[in-house]
Nanobody, 124 residues
Framework: QVRLVESGGGLVQAAGSLRLSCAAS????????MGWFRQAPGKEREFVAA???????YYADSVKGRFTIPRDNTKNTVYLQMNSLKPEDTAVYYC??????????????????WGQGTQVTVSS
C-alpha cells in the first residue's frame, strides 16, 4: 500500500509559479512511476506529467516548456514545478503512483494509488 499526500496548491496570478509536492509512504519509492493529473470543473481528469523509475519524463503538450516533474527518491517525494501559469491551468491537481513500467504513462487507469488532490487557481 502506498499513501500519497499532495501539498503546495493555492492561488497565484497568471505568469506566476507554484511548486506542488507529493510525499509517498513506503520503502520502494524509487521503483514507482509517478504522475500528475488535473481535473477542472466539468471536465475529465487529464494527464499533466509523469516520471518513471528510470527518470524518464513525459509531459502533456499544454504544459511542455512550463512545467517540470523532478523527484527526490531520498525524500520519497515527487514535485510539479509550474512556471508561467495560465488561467487555464486552474484545476485540482492529483498525484498518482504505479509500481514498475507501463506502455502509456498518460492514462489515469494505469495508476493504482492516488492522492487527495490540491487546488490550484490561477487568476488573470
Amino acid at each position: 500500500q502506498v499513501r500519497l499526500v499532495e501539498s503546495g496548491g493555492g492561488l497565484v496570478q497568471a505568469a506566476g509559479s507554484l511548486r506542488l509536492s507529493c510525499a509517498a509512504s513506503g520503502r520502494t519509492f524509487s521503483d514507482y512511476a509517478m504522475g500528475w493529473f488535473r481535473q477542472a470543473p466539468g471536465k475529465e481528469r487529464e494527464f499533466v506529467a509523469a516520471i518513471n523509475w528510470r527518470g524518464s519524463v513525459y509531459y502533456a503538450d499544454s504544459v511542455k516548456g512550463r512545467f517540470t516533474i523532478p523527484r527526490d527518491n531520498t525524500k520519497n517525494t515527487v514535485y510539479l514545478q509550474m512556471n508561467s501559469l495560465k488561467p487555464e491551468d486552474t484545476a485540482v491537481y492529483y498525484c498518482a503512483a504505479r509500481y514498475g513500467s507501463t506502455w502509456d504513462y498518460t492514462v489515469p487507469s494505469e495508476y493504482v494509488y492516488w492522492g487527495q488532490g490540491t487546488q490550484v487557481t490561477v487568476s488573470s
